[in-house]
């Protein structure tokens, strides 16, 4: 069985960093893109970026280009999310999730269970 | 960026009613490039079509997709109350991907 699970709940205050992780398993998990994707209440479902692990290319959408870094270590199954710098508008939930295909234009077949994160002072 | 309207934000319906929900796209996607997923109180999202009319594994037959130019359709032919959730469209034939912002399904 295909999962991706999530680290847990995080509060920062702004300007602090953080790291937030997604494990996955019952798969092969250097053949799959694995991406990230933003919810809030106000600007819905956004398409973050994605990772291929299996040789560390990653694509970033243009609106979080520079605002993120996402990485991968194969040797654990785990892809990362990062912020080194963080504004309260980075307050979301955030889920990684498995693209179905092994090609970049695939929908996203597996979700993990969301890691909510809150920014405030 | 591709911008997807969904239409209506909410739909309320008897159980065994039809919903129709729509997703209008502001360009063509290519390849019918087009998903929907069903997300639950306090879940993730989940697949439900893909290919704008292919049904993802495990999901029921009264659930399908449908396309007309950049216009896409998702029918639940009848609707039950395990499908009270929101539903949203996404492309991702150009990048980045793009979702709708949803279509909240209520039982009445």
């Known amino acids: 069985e295909v999962q991706l699970v999530q680290s847990g709940a995080e509060v920062r205050e702004p300007g602090e960093s953080l790291r937030i992780s997604c494990q996955g398993s019952g798969y092969s998990f250097t053949s799959y893109w694995i991406g990230w994707v933003r919810q809030t209440p106000g600007k819905g479902l956004e398409w973050m970026g994605v990772i291929y692990p299996g040789d560390s290319d990653i694509r970033y959408s243009p609106s979080f280009q520079g605002q993120v870094t996402i990485s991968a270590d194969k040797s654990i199954n785990t892809s990362y999310l990062q912020w080194s710098s963080l504004k309260a508008s980075d307050t979301a939930m955030y889920y990684c999730?498995?693209?179905?295909?092994?090609?970049?234009?695939?929908?996203?077949?597996?979700w993990g269970q969301g890691t909510p994160v809150t920014v405030s002072s | 960026d591709i911008v997807l309207t969904q239409s209506p934000a909410t739909l309320s319906l008897s159980p065994g009613e039809r919903a129709t929900l729509s997703c209008g796209a502001s360009?063509?996607?290519?390849?019918?490039?087009l998903a929907w997923y069903q997300q639950k109180p306090g879940l993730a999202p989940r697949l439900l079509i893909y290919?704008?009319?292919t049904r993802a594994t495990g999901i029921p037959d009264r659930f399908s997709g449908s396309e007309s130019g950049t216009d896409f359709t998702l029918t639940i032919s009848r609707v039950e109350p395990e499908d009270v959730a929101v539903y949203y469209c996404q492309q991702y034939g150009s990048s980045p991907g793009t979702f709708g912002q949803g279509t909240k399904v209520e039982i009445k």
């Open positions: 360009q063509s996607i290519r390849r019918s490039y």
């Open positions: 290919d704008a009319s």
């Open positions: 999730v498995r693209l179905f295909g092994v090609i970049l234009t695939s929908p996203f077949d597996h």
